[in-house]
């Protein structure tokens, strides 16, 4: 006779991800914060292409980008991944 001890997580995978806009004009030096609306458990956030203005950092565990422009940018784009852990 053998037995097996088995261990389940059940989460709620990506069903959604979204920012509150697409397009952002900030203003040099003063402080920015945006969160993502997401559907989903236990991810992480990453970019995959493209860069965010120097000042401003993505939080890898919420997603939420924050912090202050500190150089001027005609445009600039980037690419955010969110996934499962």
Do not use: R
């Not at 991800?17 to 040099?28: D, G, N, R």
């Not at 565990?61 to 980037?78: A, E, H, L, N, R």
């Amino acid at each position: 006779i053998e037995t097996v001890v088995l261990s389940f997580t059940v989460i709620t995978p990506i069903s959604s991800f979204s920012y509150p806009q697409s397009s952002y004009v900030l203003s040099k030096n003063d402080p920015f914060s945006t969160t993502p609306s997401i559907n989903g458990d236990d991810l992480s956030f990453s970019i995959i292409s493209g860069s965010l203005p120097i000042g401003l950092s993505l939080n890898e565990s919420t997603g939420i980008i924050s912090g202050s422009p500190s150089q001027s940018v005609i445009s600039q784009s980037v690419t955010i991944k969110a996934s499962m852990m």
